[in-house]
C-alpha cells in the first residue's frame, strides 16, 4: 500500500474515532484510541522522514 493511500486510510479512521467515541460518554475506549493514534502517527513521521 502506498504512503498516499495509507495517509488517507488513517485520516478517515481518525474522523470515526472523532464522531463515535466522545470522551464523557467512554472516557477509557477515547484514551485508548487517542493513544493508538499517537502511534500511527509517529510511525508515519518515521516512515516519511525515511522516504
Do not use: C, Q, Y
Not at 481518525?14 to 463515535?20: E, F, K, P, R, S
Request: charged letters at 35%; hydrophobic letters at 45%.
Amino acid at each position: 500500500m502506498d504512503l498516499f493511500r495509507e495517509t488517507n486510510l488513517i485520516e478517515k479512521l481518525m474522523d470515526v474515532i472523532a464522531i463515535n467515541i466522545g470522551e464523557d460518554e467512554n472516557p477509557k475506549a477515547f484514551r485508548m484510541s487517542h493513544a493508538l493514534l499517537d502511534v500511527i502517527e509517529k510511525n508515519m513521521k518515521k516512515r516519511m522522514e525515511a522516504v
